[in-house]
């Protein structure tokens, strides 16, 4: 199984040497997903983490009758539910596949073993999770500050590839506005008017 993705995504991290490298070679494991398939689910633990090597997902969060969109990760990012992950606690948001997604799994009591092997694990686990950290607290400033136009031209200067891959309700839903607003925006700035 390949994992150099996981591994120089890792080295960006933290330096991981070779017998620490050769070691997570043994312990992940792949998994693939059709599209449109559950990752996760509300109400399950998530005892893995997960590095998209190819793919894309969403996550979600269901508010009644309705989903909201929380985010996407996609090639060369970290997926799970961190919170789960962290607490042992059932998950509160589900992962779906948008499109056919393989990733390489690692198990949190294999990680935990990696943690008290070597310091470059608890390294990389730390910058991983202050990245996530940094994520999670721009999109909450994006929804509490931004307007719903300056949201959606924000994402397009910053993820223009979220438009040809993520259907638009999903990224209404995302962007915290209806379908129907997202396409007036989008309308209004493909004819030059604010």
């Given at each position: 199984m390949d994992v150099a993705p996981l591994l120089a995504a890792l080295q960006s991290l933290a330096e991981i040497p070779p017998a620490e490298a050769e070691r997570l070679r043994e312990l992940v494991r792949a998994?693939?997903?059709?599209?449109?398939?559950?990752?996760?689910?509300?109400?399950?633990?998530?005892?893995?983490?997960?590095?998209?090597v190819r793919g894309l997902v969403r996550y979600v969060?269901?508010?009644?009758?309705?989903?909201?969109?929380?985010?996407?990760?996609?090639?060369?990012?970290?997926?799970g539910d961190f919170e789960s992950f962290l607490t042992g606690a059932p998950s509160r948001r589900s992962i779906q596949a948008l499109e056919p997604t393989r990733l390489?799994?690692?198990?949190?009591?294999?990680l935990e073993t990696l943690y008290r092997r070597h310091v470059c694990w608890e390294r990389a686990g730390r910058r991983l999770a202050e990245e996530h950290l940094l994520r999670r607290d721009r999109k909450e400033s994006d929804l509490r500050l931004r307007s719903p136009r300056a949201r959606?031209?924000?994402?397009?200067?910053?993820?223009?590839?979220?438009l040809g891959r993520v259907p638009l309700h999903?990224?209404?839903?995302?962007?915290?506005?209806e379908p129907e607003t997202l396409s007036r925006i989008r309308s209004r700035l493909a004819a030059g008017r604010a």
């Open positions: 998994r693939a997903f059709p599209s449109g398939a559950w990752i996760l689910r509300a109400g399950e633990r998530c005892s893995w983490a997960g590095f998209v969060l269901r508010d009644g009758d309705r989903e909201r969109n929380l985010g996407f990760d996609f090639e060369g990012r970290f997926v390489l799994v690692i198990e949190r009591a294999v959606y031209v924000r994402m397009v200067e910053q993820r223009p590839w979220l999903h990224l209404a839903s995302y962007l915290g506005m």
